[in-house]
Each structure stands twice: as C-alpha cells, then as structure tokens.
C-alpha cells in the first residue's frame, strides 16, 4: 500500500490590525475550498493566522494585547473553519496565540482532522527576538515578552503517517528537524512570518529568501522527511514578510513553491514512502549516528571554546581569526 497525500500550502497575505477574526477565517476557508478543488487532504496554514503579527509593537500592559490570543479553539469565530474541513472532508494546520486559561501565552499550532477533529497541538520552542523595548528597531520582535516557550517537539500519528510541527524560527535550528527525525517524523508542517529587513544585521536582508529555503531544504534531506513551509507574507502593517511558501521533498528538493506574497494555495503529491528512500541509506540514523560523540549537543547551551585555543577579537585591528 502505498502512502500518497495531497497537501496544500496556504499562504497568507498580511492581515492588517483592523481586520477582524471574521474577515481572516473567510480567507482560510477560502484557501480551503481551494485546497479541496486541488483534492488536498490536508492544508497547511501559517503562523500566527489569525490575527497580524502583534509582537512586533511593545506595550507596557502586556494583557492590552490579550485581544490577539484564543483563550479556547475552536472558538465561535473559528468554527466556521472546523466546520468547513468538515464538509469538504479536508484536514488543516493552523498557527494561532493561545492563552490557556490559567494565563500562560503560546504561539500554538494545531492538527486537525478531515472529520474537524483536534490531532495534536504543538507550542514554539525557539522564541527569537528579544524580551525588552528597543525602540531604535524599526519594527520590534518581542515574542521573548508576549510568549513563553514550548517544551516539546513531538510527532503524532495522522494522514497515514507520521507527522510534526514546528514554528517559524524552530525551522532555523538542526534540532528542530533532529528531533522530530529521530521519532521517525515523514512530514513536518511549518509555519512562518519572517520580516525580510532584520533591524540587528541588515546585510542577512538580501539573504532572507536564501535562508529560508537553505534551512528547510537540509531539514528535510538531512532527515529524510517532506517539509512544508508556509508564510504570512506581504506588507503587513509596513513591515514586508517574506513569501516563498514551498513543500520540499526528502530528496531536498523544491517541489512546489508560492510566487506571490498574497493569498495563495500551491499543492503537491506527496509519497510519504519516499522518506524510507533516505531514512534507511544514507540517513540511516540507527546504523550511522554516533551520539556518544554528540554529548555537548545536549549538555551544552553556548559556545564553550575548549581552553588553549586563543581567538583574537575583530577589533583588535587583525583580521578575524577564521
Ligand atoms: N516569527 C519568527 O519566528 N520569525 C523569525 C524572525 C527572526 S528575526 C527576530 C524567523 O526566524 O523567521
């Protein structure tokens, strides 16, 4: 039997502070019965999906912004997605902020079945960004203040396989793919909003593009899994975020890729068979990896250059030491 999905790449366009809950989920259901249209069995959707990227404006009341969380899901507002899935018999992923009701702030994602059914839910581990006002940015990136972090990068057995998620800057760290590869993961799901200028090194500006796809290209080879990425893209609020939306292939490879920054689905076929082609040659972790040799990768948080290597300073006059 072979193991043959149809997925749906989503992408958003900007979502302005003044739209609402119910302008946004018209959009996704939209995407939806495109998805459908294309017979996808799955769509996927971005980060944050339903509200615009608040992190990037301070506010000293931290709960004046409570409005951009789902204190519950679905809610009235979004039911009407859960209830389309339903009917057209296609399942989602959705990025949204949660509060829980005990007052904890995530930036969640979930799995939803083609029955409308919750799978699984995951909280981003790697909050980038900072914790503090810096108001010299030209935008800020405060999910270090409006979140706190994910513990757990799991898989869950869904759509015939098995599946993980991972949010936006997860997708920039080796772990991310790692772990989840490690628990046999054939399909990660993606979301991202990604500013395209980076206020603490603009020169990575010109490379937004590049580094999205390098990341999630090696991911997906290194594991041997399928990676579906998906942004928030556009001019939202007068930041511009990076599109780009792809699903690649465990070979590495760009199978489908969005070529807007608006609302836009790209499908593909994807053999979930495939992933053995690499999971059990050259990525055959069980015969290959070699852990023991791997001890700091745990046990270590920053860079720790062994004693006796002297490394001269940029500004000491001399060339970096390479
Ligand atoms: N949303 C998100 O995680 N965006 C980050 C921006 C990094 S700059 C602080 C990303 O890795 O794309």
Redesign the pocket.
Known sequence: MTRILKVGAAQLGPIQRENNRKEVVERLIALLNKGAVESCDLVVFP??ALTT?F?RWWSEDIAEFDHFFETEMPNQEVQPLFDEAEKLGVGFHLGYAEMTPDGHRY?TAILVSKNGDMLGKYR?V?????EENEPWRTFQ?L?RYYFEPGNELKVFGAFDGVLGMA??????WSETYRVLGLQGCELALIG????VH???DPSQDVL?GFH?HLVMQSGAYQNGMWVVGVAKAGNEEGCDL?GESSIIAPSGEIIAQCSTVEDELVSAVVDLDMCANYKETLFDFDRYRRPEVYKSITSQVGVEIPEGIEVRKQDDGNPKDS
């Open positions: 980060e944050l990227f992190p930036n981003k790697h909050l980038p960004g900072h990136h999910e949010i936006c800057n997860d997708r920039r991202y909003n990604t500013p980076y206020p603490p937004a999205n990076l």
